[in-house]
């Protein structure tokens, strides 16, 4: 079940019956939430979260690793956040680019942004970009 307070203009939440769709607008109605679309409006009762998959981080502009089956990597200022799949569930880490005299690498320090498990459906990983970066997180 999602909840209204969880959610933003431009995430992404699966209808019963429209299927994946972008918010437009949020409002109260009739005890519910009214999702406002960009053709018309659906009650939040009949929407679930989209569940986060690989393919999503791709479309996000995440760029695959080819050394490792779910992980995805998105450059935010001079730091990377990392998003993998790790024992079947979603771990969502910093990873910070250093220099030396060979040049760059990535930092070994990592730090978890959300608790293990944490980090499941799109509208989540919409919302952790939005708050660390200030823009939007847009299928590409």
């Avoid at 695959?64 to 799949?85: E, G, M, P, S």
């Avoid at 771990?91 to 760059?104: A, L, S, T, V």
Wanted: glycine share 8%.
């Amino acid at each position: 079940m999602i909840k209204a307070n969880e959610l933003r203009i431009g995430n992404y939440v699966n209808h019963n019956l429209k299927g994946i769709v972008k918010l437009k607008g949020i409002k109260p109605h009739s005890g519910d939430s009214m999702l406002v679309l960009e053709e018309g409006w659906v009650y939040l009762k009949n929407s679930k979260p989209v569940q986060l998959t690989e393919q999503w981080l791709i479309d996000f502009g995440f760029e695959k690793y080819t050394w490792c089956d779910d992980c995805a990597f998105i450059k935010i200022n001079r730091t990377f956040l990392f998003v993998r799949k790790f024992k079947g569930k979603w771990i969502c880490q910093f990873r910070y680019i250093k220099k030396d005299k060979n040049g760059y690498y990535c930092g070994s320090n990592q730090r978890d942004v959300l608790p293990k498990g944490k980090l499941k459906d799109v509208h989540q990983i919409q919302n952790l970009y939005f708050a660390l970066t200030g823009k939007e997180l847009i299928k590409l």
